[in-house]
């Protein structure tokens, strides 16, 4: 029988859904409650919308909102991915903005993968909310806003440096100079911030 309700302005999985998921991937024909994939860590996850606190402390992995979000989205988020589909134009009002930096979608190989996670989603729910994403694609990839750690995005430049001189071959001895590259720049900044405030204190004197 056909339920009488549309599952996209529905709850179909309750609070704290994924927490800590380390892995894998899960489509949600519906929405999410609240804390949606707090803590995950590796897992690739497409839903049509969630509650408060979505991608709290999150680590790694991706996360496909295919629909508003509630408040405080992105709290503590330190890795990862999350693509919002903001089709009213104002989920920064409901985006936590401590830890991450919003932007569009420029990479065309950025563009694809995702355009893959909502097909997949897509097959796998018969989805007609993924079904209206994917018929004018154009258009709905200018409306996702991507949810990016600044720190996270910072690891992944180095990372980058690291891969285009080819000085190491194994992916350990790669993460280890990038975060060495991490640590020195952290340095830096630190001792050029310690120099502004005493030149800040010295000038406050006089």
Known sequence: ATAPFLAEENIIIGNVSFYGAT????FIRGLAGERFCVRNSGAEVVVEGVGDHG???MTGGKAVILGETGLNFGAGMSGGIAYVLDESEDFANRCNM???????????EEIDQLRELIEEHQAKTGSPVAGR????WEKTARQFVKVMPTDYKRMLGYIK???VTKKYVEENDIMDAAFDMHIKNMLIETQARDVEMNIAKVTQSQ
Do not use: S
């Open 23 to 26: 892995g894998g991937k899960a």
């Open 55 to 57: 991608c709290e402390y």
């Open 98 to 108: 401590g830890m991450v930096e919003l932007e569009e979608l420029e990479d065309q």
């Open 133 to 136: 994403a994917l018929e004018n």
């Open 161 to 163: 440096k690291v891969r």
